[in-house]
């Protein structure tokens, strides 16, 4: 990209840890090294979605060399210094059921985003949040780091992934901290990606069992500008996530079985039509109606 439109024209790099449209999966810190090293060659900051990077972090010290030994709290610390500022939708790491700060360590930038704040949230002290609210987060960000509290967190879901893996369900692997991915192209193989199969699936197990997932495949993707065809992206995947300190080992049972059966009968299951195509970020409202 720089190469083919110059470094002046990239105003920032988005650097997001376990990406939902990549199943979930952690950047390393040698990655993140490496970026940090080209971006300030080129002078184009690094601006990171901190939405899970808690649990990116505890990825980083099971699998990357030099990292074993050291705190969630150390590793957080190496990411935002290598990172220039980030945005934080803080219903995920943190625990809470509202809100998100930005941060960067650019003065003037930071100015500009103070005055911005006032306009489109409300004054800069606290953007449109109630004080509860602030207060609920930030004990959500010392909780978040706590060892016993990732642990938890990640072992529920690995503990929902291998049993979907040993009973033959396809998922994406390895598995993730903040959910299980089903691969609906293999899942249901014998529907065409331009009906929807991760938005069948997704409307099969909530008729089936109740149970609220999220399609990302070729309904996120959406439309190529200049084609109007849909992207028909590589990964065509439902998202089963889990809410943090919601769901009992029982719970998760119930979910599995649900997906096993639905597994079993694969072949009864078939696409969708869109019948209500938003302008903006389709898979929110989109509508449907089974072929």
């Excluded at 909530?206 to 996120?220: C, D, F, K």
């Excluded at 590589?234 to 599995?256: G, M």
Aim: proline share 4%.
């Amino acid at each position: 990209l720089v190469q083919k439109v110059g470094a002046d024209h990239v105003p920032y790099i988005s650097l997001e840890g376990n990406v939902n449209m990549a199943g979930g999966q952690p950047f390393s810190m040698k990655n993140l090294r490496e970026l940090h090293e080209y971006c300030r060659k080129h002078s184009i900051p690094i601006m990171l979605d901190a939405t899970r990077t808690i649990e990116n972090a505890w990825f980083i010290r099971e699998r990357e060399e030099g990292y074993g030994d050291k705190s969630l709290r150390v590793i957080l610390r190496e990411i935002c210094d290598l990172t220039d500022g980030c945005t934080m939708s803080a219903k995920k790491d943190l625990l809470v059921n509202i809100g998100g700060f930005f941060a960067c360590n650019d003065d003037e930038l930071f100015i500009k985003a103070q005055n911005m704040v006032v306009v489109y949230e409300g004054l800069h002290t606290y953007g449109g949040l109630a004080g509860r609210d602030m207060e609920a987060m930030a004990v959500g960000m010392r909780e978040a780091v706590m060892e016993e509290h990732q642990s938890a967190r990640i072992g529920q879901v690995r503990y929902l992934g291998n049993k979907l893996r040993d009973a033959g369900v396809p998922i994406v692997n390895p598995i993730g901290s903040h959910a299980i991915f089903l691969n609906a192209r293999e899942f249901l193989p014998h529907v065409d990606q331009d009906d929807y199969p991760a938005q069948a699936l997704a409307a099969e197990l909530y008729l089936e069992a109740g149970i609220r997932t999220m399609e990302r495949g070729n309904v996120s993707a959406g439309r190529d500008p200049e084609t109007g065809r849909n992207r028909r992206p590589a990964l065509e995947l439902v998202r089963l996530t889990l809410p943090r300190r919601v769901y009992t080992q029982a719970h998760l049972d119930v979910v599995a079985e649900s997906v096993i059966d639905l597994y079993a009968r694969r072949e009864s299951i078939h696409g969708l039509k869109m019948t209500y195509e938003p302008e903006y970020l389709r898979f929110f409202q989109a509508r449907f109606e089974p072929l």
